[in-house]
């Protein structure tokens, strides 16, 4: 991997993190890394962001279970859904966006032709994405004929397939870059400024985004690895070291923490 030039620190950041084995997965590093991140969002305004496949529900789990700090902002549900100011609902321009070329049910309809699918609980059945448990045995056969069926109904939608087992149907102008990207805009932060980290196949569309920078920790998934090494870019770190461990390496690596 080619080595990008360590740059001098930066007061202010984006940082967006998925959480399930990112930012979750050593309880250690993670007390460490709460505590900068909580530092230097009161000393010069950082924003935190949680971008994750979770509902709601599963979030407020995962929340209270590993008590992670406050985030200024939430894109749940594989990037469909974002929230901003406390309510509990999400934000009506990005849900605004996301409705044209969108049809739950005929979705829905569509996928009943694969017995292969398996629904996820309904708590991860969302207004904007489907979800459902897929075998990676069948993956590679059954992914390119649900997505042609799909493509018939003249919706536009995507498909994501990650950890080998979970899949989400969402519309074609969401996921978890596009709403980091959307966030940015919102608060005025450009792209050097913003830093993603994950480890999954749903966090690739974080690390697609031009010119921001990204960490991979060293416990990505094979699915991530492989993407990382097909479109390799300097603007993005692959950590050594596991979950929270791996980002506080990344951002020190980028300058983003001292």
Same mark, same amino acid.
């Given at each position: ?23 979750? &997965? ?120 649900? /997505? ?28 978890? &870059? ?19 980290? &994950?480890?999954? &196949? ?11 920078r990204g960490i991979i920790v060293g416990n990505a998934r094979p ?6 090494? /097909? ?26 923490? /001292?």
């Amino acid at each position: 991997m080619v080595k990008l030039t360590r740059e001098v620190a930066v007061a202010k950041f984006l940082f967006v993190t998925d959480l399930d084995n990112t930012l979750v &997965g050593d309880d250690k590093a993670l007390f460490e890394l709460n505590h900068r991140l909580e530092q230097t969002r009161q000393e010069h305004g950082t924003k935190i962001v949680y971008a994750t496949g979770r509902s709601p529900i599963l979030y407020q789990e995962l929340k209270d279970e590993k008590n992670l700090i406050e985030p200024d902002s939430l894109i749940l549900a594989v990037g469909t859904e974002i929230y901003l100011d406390g309510t509990g609902a999400p934000d009506s321009e990005w849900s605004k966006k996301l409705s044209s070329g969108w049809n739950r049910d005929v979705v829905v309809s569509t996928t009943t032709q694969f017995s292969e699918l398996i629904p996820q609980h309904d708590s991860e059945q969302r207004s904007f994405k489907v979800s459902f448990f897929l075998q990676e045995e069948s993956a590679a056969r059954v992914l390119p004929q649900l /997505e042609s069926e799909l493509q018939k109904s003249g919706l536009d939608v995507k498909l994501i397939y990650s950890s080998g087992i979970d899949l989400d149907i969402v519309p074609l102008g969401s996921d978890k &870059g596009q709403a980091v990207q959307f966030l940015g805009q919102k608060w005025k932060f450009v792209a050097e400024q913003t830093v993603v980290c &994950g480890d999954s &196949g749903n966090d690739i569309a974080l690390f697609a985004v031009e010119a921001g920078r990204g960490i991979i920790v060293g416990n990505a998934r094979p699915e991530l690895l492989q993407w990382h090494n /097909e479109h390799p870019a300097n603007s993005r770190y692959l950590a050594t070291n596991f979950c929270a461990g791996g980002i506080l390496e990344g951002l020190q690596y980028f300058g983003f923490l /001292e």
